[in-house]
């Protein structure tokens, strides 16, 4: 199904929210909901919701990653290493 299948105006959201929630699941994918002729809201099933929320984490996480590199704010695996076993030994 394409996406431009999967956009509806606002109306057939009133008429059809029951078909609509049971059919999300299936389809995999969000639907376009309009008002007006424009795009005003998306509609998705909790699992795509979901799987989207933690793709932007990771998204984020590899973000903040590549600026603490661009910034110097890293140390070699080995440093790291090194540090925490000078800790566990007794002084």
Do not use: C, F, W
Request: charged share 25%.
């Amino acid at each position: 199904m394409t996406l431009a299948d999967q956009i509806k105006p606002i109306s057939y959201l009133k008429t059809h929210a029951s078909e609509i929630v049971r059919n999300l699941a299936k389809q995999q994918g969000p639907m376009i909901i309009t008002q007006n002729g424009e795009a005003k809201a998306v509609v998705q099933d909790i699992a795509s919701y979901e799987k989207t929320q933690e793709t932007m984490a990771l998204l984020k996480i590899l973000s903040l990653g590549a600026r603490q590199i661009e910034e110097g704010k890293v140390q070699s695996a080995a440093d790291v290493i090194d540090r925490l076993r000078n800790r566990r030994e007794p002084g």
